[in-house]
């Protein structure tokens, strides 16, 4: 018995014409993982062709007669639309039909929605969006990314948890090197918040590896880096414009000239590897930690590949029991605590 | 009469082998420009060959017998080397010796000793640090850095005061775009203090073009990005880290074998011109903003090219009245208060 992760098929900017596909070639390469797609019948069966028949049991599609807007008030998309494809996804995770959600729809939305379902485990305050970035030595998980504005030091020990434990069960390491994301050594160090979460992160039986600067988080050097939404969606939102910015340049001087056109096609196999290594589309997929189920919020410009990545980290969080671990370490904390 | 620049030549990484060489190739390409080479005579006499008999009245020495770690407690620092290089170099601008000081030494300490002996400007409570970035357009003013870790809305407005008349002085542009640093417009728009700070930016009679995301400071969205010094270290050195992995992982490509190693010498006038349009160095020179004189720090890593860049913008501020200007505007906006 495989896991079941439902897909809201009508998120994101280009809705089924790319969720479809990636749930097709994610069923290809992964025999143990069933999907269920969700959505309006008359955007997905068109695009099934024969795969109903190929995947049997392992493809159901449940028909979902609204869809959340990108731009709507989470808190419209919550109250008013009861059968929505990111409604229905959540009620699959919350009845037990199946055992993740993805979607690539509005983030506000996803989780109100998502909170209002599936509940915050005992002991969490508040849900965090917890991002994967590549680093110099592999990759890095990052949270929170824009749930929480104002965040205490007990909400930063909580996302360290969940960063640990989403660490823990997607790459086996039982003890992933936990860092508090602060300013630099020769400033301040930083505000009351971040030292009090310290504090706290240094208690907590976590392999807790002190503060990182902004620059530690692509040397790797911490598997969880833990900070404020603010903080962390600036972070985040800075290095894929940076990201882009670099790639328009590269592009820019290759494309100069004949000639510069001839270096990069006597290039293309070096920089080829490069673009791989710095694809964004595998690292997409972004985890919303302290649910009572495991919920994947995809990029909404995602493309089949990326958005098959984000069906995998879906299934790879809930076959590996991801909301069992966060659960028992909570409960293990409270009863130091008590 | 030109503008005098004071540099202390002990701070940095390197110290006077890397500040001596650059105020040399400086002077010798800004012929209104003074300087005052600032430390152990010691340290800088050997350097400096014919340069004092060819430069005249344009190039002195001024004796510091003492030296600022670079890790050294800001009030350390401040309290007990009152004949430190830096602290020479601020005292030289209070005095009206010189217009700017520039210094590669510890952040903190030149903070403290530049308010202690300079103090702030009128209607200014806290001094910040202000980096130049660039974008796909041009470039962008970004402030505050890591001098303030707790900011009010006040104190966010008077960043943007501070960035609009240095973008103003610097790039000849009376009106530059002041954007906010704020998180996605799906999440809750930031928290109550940015909220404050956009309608006090709103009202302030600068040229404020509302929020900007991370991804927007490169994409040019606004000539001066407003934070706080805690989001604004972390974007900062959040950047400087990708930049990094992302240079290391092209010189890797290319340097994987024989083959890749030919690839990159034929694409070499390609990335060479990449290379330069990134080029980390010609941003070097971070202005201490808020103060009655104009001092930039460099970065502490800074060889002679990044150092001279720096000597530039302090000459650049201070030859187009930056002080003058932020004084007159802040004065403007009280009467406009009153």
Redesign the interface.
């Known amino acids: 018995m495989g896991v079941t992760v439902a897909i809201d098929c009508m998120g994101g900017d280009h809705g089924p014409v790319v969720t479809v596909p990636a749930a097709l070639t994610f069923l290809r390469s992964h025999s143990t993982v069933n999907v269920i797609l969700v959505g309006r019948e008359e955007s997905i069966l068109p695009l099934l062709g024969e795969a109903l028949a190929a995947f049997g049991s392992r493809l159901r599609v449940r028909h979902a007669s609204e869809v959340v807007g990108m731009?709507e008030p989470p808190a419209n998309a919550m109250r008013s639309k009861k059968d929505s494809s990111m409604r229905i996804v959540a009620d699959l995770v919350k009845s037990g039909e199946a055992q993740a959600a993805v979607s690539a729809g509005?983030?506000?939305a996803l989780m109100a929605i998502s909170r209002f379902v599936l509940k915050t485990l005992p002991g969490i305050d508040r849900p965090a969006i917890c991002s994967i970035l590549?680093?110099?030595k592999g990759h890095s998980y990052v949270l929170d990314l824009?749930?929480n504005?104002?965040c205490s030091a007990e909400h930063l020990l909580q996302f360290g948890i969940m960063g640990a434990m989403l660490a823990a069960a997607v790459d086996h390491d039982e003890r992933p090197r936990v860092g508090l994301?602060n300013?630099?050594?020769?400033?301040?160090k930083?505000?009351?918040v971040?030292k009090q979460a310290g504090e706290l992160l240094r208690n907590s039986g976590l392999n807790f590896c002190g503060n990182v600067?902004?620059?530690?988080?692509?040397?790797g050097a911490a598997d969880v880096v833990v900070?404020d939404?603010?903080?962390g969606?600036?972070?985040?939102?800075?290095?894929?414009?940076?990201?882009?910015?670099?790639s328009?340049?590269?592009r820019e001087?290759?494309g100069?000239n004949l000639?510069?056109r001839i270096?990069?096609l006597?290039?293309m196999?070096?920089?080829k590897?490069?673009k791989h290594?710095?694809d964004h589309r595998r690292y997409n997929g972004a985890v919303l930690l302290g649910l009572r189920g495991v919920v994947v919020k995809s990029h909404g410009s995602a493309d089949p590949f990326a958005f098959e990545q984000a069906i995998g980290r879906a299934a790879d969080a809930a076959g590996n029991q991801l909301i069992e671990r966060i659960s028992l370490k909570m409960a293990s904390m409270s009863e130091v605590a008590a």
Chains 1, 2 share one sequence.
């Open positions: 731009d509005n983030t506000g590549p680093t110099q824009g749930a504005v104002d994301l300013i630099g050594e020769e400033a301040i930083g505000n009351e971040v600067e902004g620059d530690d988080i692509y040397k900070c939404g603010f903080v969606n600036v972070a985040l939102k800075t290095s894929e414009g940076l990201a882009q910015m670099l328009t340049f590269l001087e290759f100069r000639f510069t270096m990069a006597i290039a196999p070096a920089l590897r490069f290594r710095v």
